[in-house]
């Protein structure tokens, strides 16, 4: 790829296995809108981002110069081979046809705070509800930006508040999930950093202290925001799935590429008609 840089604004040429609206619009992030003009419009800590593609170019509009190699280039995951990934996952039939599918999924290196935050959010819930709850968190709880967007709230900030203090996000039951989850991190006896680095099993033991989460939303935290791709999240579209595509048995190669074969499979049975066999009548 050929990046090109003029104040704030990037130009990356050549990318290859990127596909801008498969890669924001899949389930794994919920804080990104699509613009009239079709641009993409985000928010990472302070710094913001419109991006743009067109045909082979992908365009970056940063809220500070050097915000594109400072933060961007790392958030979309561009220096990761997923053709590399896609063809060794290609040696199992049904991932090829599901990598096919969605050629230009990435997994993005969100904030680990905010994907666990969102990933307690979206249980029992749909992605329309779940941007809903995330942009009224950001809203009330969050520092307003320049740009007319928040940051999202920190857990020092979320661990003093009281239930009542969440009515506002209509989250239901998943509001004293999220306090829970603020408490222990921002205590600092849920070091996230430190639950990056340990082996999976010690890990998702670790997130499921929280109060409310278990093995789906723990998986979910550590692939989308610790980018453990060993992680392999399964809600009721991948068991569904797996049990009608490998009635014999998930072939290892998936799991070698857990987290990406998970994301393919997702977006394949979610969007494509003839995804999953006919049920025998």
């Not at 170019?57 to 958030?75: K, Q, T």
């Amino acid at each position: 790829m050929h990046v090109e840089t003029r104040g704030c604004v990037t130009r990356v040429r050549g990318l290859e296995d990127f596909c801008l609206d498969e890669i924001l619009d899949c389930g794994q992030c919920f804080r990104w809108e699509r613009g009239a003009d079709g641009g993409w419009t985000g928010v990472v800590g302070v710094s913001w981002a419109t991006v743009y593609q067109r045909q082979d170019v992908v365009e970056f509009r940063c809220s500070a110069p050097g915000d594109f190699e400072a933060l961007w280039r790392h958030y979309f995951d561009l220096d990761t081979d997923y053709g590399a990934i896609k063809r060794a996952l290609s040696g199992d039939g049904v991932m090829r046809k599901a990598a096919g599918f969605a050629a230009g999924m990435r997994i993005l290196r969100q904030d680990a705070w905010e994907a666990l935050c969102s990933f307690i959010l979206s249980q029992n819930n749909n992605i329309p509800r779940i941007k809903g709850i995330v942009a009224r968190l950001c809203e009330q709880f969050g520092e307003p930006l320049a740009c007319g967007l928040h940051t999202f709230p920190g857990p020092e900030v979320l661990a003093p508040l009281a239930i009542e203090d969440l009515a506002g996000l209509r989250s239901g039951f998943r509001a004293k999930y999220i306090r829970s989850a603020a408490q222990l991190v921002a205590s600092g006896t849920l070091d996230l950093d430190q639950v990056r680095a340990l082996p999976m099993d010690e890990a998702r033991k670790a997130l499921m202290q929280i109060h409310g989460v278990g093995p789906k939303v723990a998986e979910c935290a550590l692939l989308y925001g610790m980018y453990r791709m060993e992680a392999f999240p399964e809600d009721v579209w991948i068991k569904r799935a797996v049990g009608a595509l490998y009635p014999a048995g998930v072939p290892e190669v998936v799991y070698t590429y857990a987290g990406i074969a998970q994301q393919y499979l997702f977006h394949y049975i979610r969007c494509c008609p003839d995804a999953l066999p006919v049920p025998a009548r």
